[in-house]
């Protein structure tokens, strides 16, 4: 049987556990987990991406300063200081304890940090990486890239409210977004085909391509065309052309030696 001062005892336990240093108590204890636990994770981002540059497969890892990382997290750390603020503004109402409201704001402070400290990206066929986090493409969203300093992912069910954006130098950003578009336009394979002749064709030394033709359009101007004609049995027709004017004078040594010989 349940008395009237039962239930008293009752409704002042409830008021105990809805007090203003119980409630401050627990979004303390939340907040401070989710900002440790991201802290650890962006100290995982080296580990992660361990090279920077090109990756097998059409990869590519990239980093960003402390300045490119406050220009991608500008709007997140202008929220930040929103919320830091706005305790202070209802402090005497609330009758909360000070120093929990110097817990919240340190933490918060702490998480500021950790998102203008440089940071390395990747981002392979698979997977998206960032912030010491693995995100599979199934749950990301691209809308495209019309230049700037960062580019800006969702999360998929989340519509505005969970952008994921990524810094980096502007030259970066570029590789960048050539994979994303290649990636939600369903023409990896294709992109790592053309990736590949690129670095043969930018790489240090002489590169010679048979039957050229089928990819005319991916040589760049400066080049050297050789045409190898059947005339008889013993005779061949070399014929070497170029839009270089820097190439001449190879042509005209090659001439010299071949009217000598």
Known sequence: MTTSKDRELSDGEWMALAS??????????????????????????????????????????????????????????????????????????????????LLFDGLLALHCIWLVLPKRYAITRTHLFVDGFEHAWESLRWAGWKGGERIVLQRRGWWLFAPLPLGGHPDDLVEVAARLEALFDGDWDEFCAELGLDEYLSGDGVCVVEWPERSHDAYPVERVEIRLEHIDETTRKLTLTSAAQRFDAVFQAAKSAATAG
């Open 20 to 101: 203003p240093s119980v409630i401050a108590a627990a979004v303390v204890v939340l907040v401070g987990f989710v900002v440790l636990y991201d802290g650890w994770r962006v100290t995982q981002g080296r580990s992660l991406v361990g090279r920077l540059g090109r990756l097998s497969g059409g990869g590519f890892a990239w980093q960003a300063d402390t300045g490119r990382e406050l220009i991608r997290n500008g709007s997140q750390l202008a929220t930040l200081g929103v919320m830091m603020a706005l305790p202070w503004i209802l402090f005497e109402r609330s009758g909360t304890p000070i120093w929990w409201l």
